[in-house]
């Protein structure tokens, strides 16, 4: 939970009145807790306030007020509302603290008896308490609240720029991916479905080709391949890493090869005959940050001549063997669902690939299948860009 401090506490605070000690326990489990924050809107009073009644007081004011986050006050002020007909001060502070979905800490009677989302300092930690149960997997409006500053701040050099689509922070980004997975090239996407299709787009797989992958997986690894008319070749998993099976794929190779189902099953096609699917590609899936043991696979890969494409969804930032994630198979994708390792606000993916004509043909893919600009089109492709405000 985040809470809005009112001006009064702060200021009781800095003047010494007022219960003070109290209020300086509670800004300092806010501070500690790091879920503390100040309206900006509120800023300019408080100064006023310190400046004019106790000018020696201002270096600690500021000092104070620095150790908290500052919150923007929302645009949508609807000066008609009876709360802000009552006190538009009060009504300020409480847009700003339901911005952020904040619960607001003040010691004025007016506020608390006008508005829903108010407590008392005296009622801070006997909340604390109450609300000390299990937090959730992913909390995003934490984790909001925590960075809401930049967010806002990054938000609106977009809005005045105006760059929506393949902005300068799209390139900024994959920049910054780069530096961080040492891959040579990166290129973002709409989506981590988006990054699984498109390499197997560039590389022409299609009807007839079998792709091997793991059935310990989110949906979306087998749809691509039925996307484009390939057939899905279930591999299980190591039940110590749940990452595929390298010496089951081995075995799931040789079968297609051999067009023999004995030595390990696969998908007897309806649509043609079962001895045309050949191998021609490997979707191995990082898990829970783990890395799949690529080693054994590329050297799977490289006798039979298959491409690999790592669907590291789930596994962005980890490691195998020193290398970062992005650097393995022929590329690697990955996924900025919120919930992933490295999430944006709605959808997104990136690919990797250390590969400079793939990277060329999946910029190309990413609009359209652009050539030399977005009207001269040389191959299918998709509209899949990343929104530069994601970016």
Known sequence: MNFVIDNNVILDVVFERGQFREKIKLLNDLIIGNNGCIPAAALHQMQYVVKKNLPKKEEQFFKLIRKFKIIKTPSYVDFEHPFALLDLEDYLVDLSARSIGAQVITSDRQFLDNSDITIHPDEYFDIKRDAAVPKPFIDLKNQYCKIASTVEKNIDVVLNHGRYILGPEVKELENQLINYTKAKHCITVSSGTDALLM???????????????????????????????????????????????PKKLALAIEAVEKNDPQIHPFPQLSN??????????????????????????????????????????????????????GNFGHATTTSFFPAKPLGCYGDGGAIFTNNDDLADKLESIRVHGKGKDKYDNIRIGLNARLHTMQA
């Open 199 to 245: 390499p197997l787009m560039a590389w022409d797989i299609g009807p007839g080709d079998a792709v091997f992958t793991t059935p310990f997986t989110f949906i979306a690894t087998a749809e691509v391949i039925q996307l484009l008319g390939a057939t899905p070749v279930f591999v299980d998993i190591d039940p110590q890493t749940f990452n595929i099976d």
């Open 272 to 325: 043609h005959n079962s001895s045309s699917l050949r191998p021609k590609a490997i979707i191995p899936v990082d898990l829970f940050g783990l890395p799949a043991d690529y080693d054994p696979i590329m050297e799977i890969a490289a006798q039979y001549d298959l491409l690999v494409l790592s669907d590291s969804a789930q596994g962005f930032g980890g490691e195998y063997k020193g290398q970062k994630t």
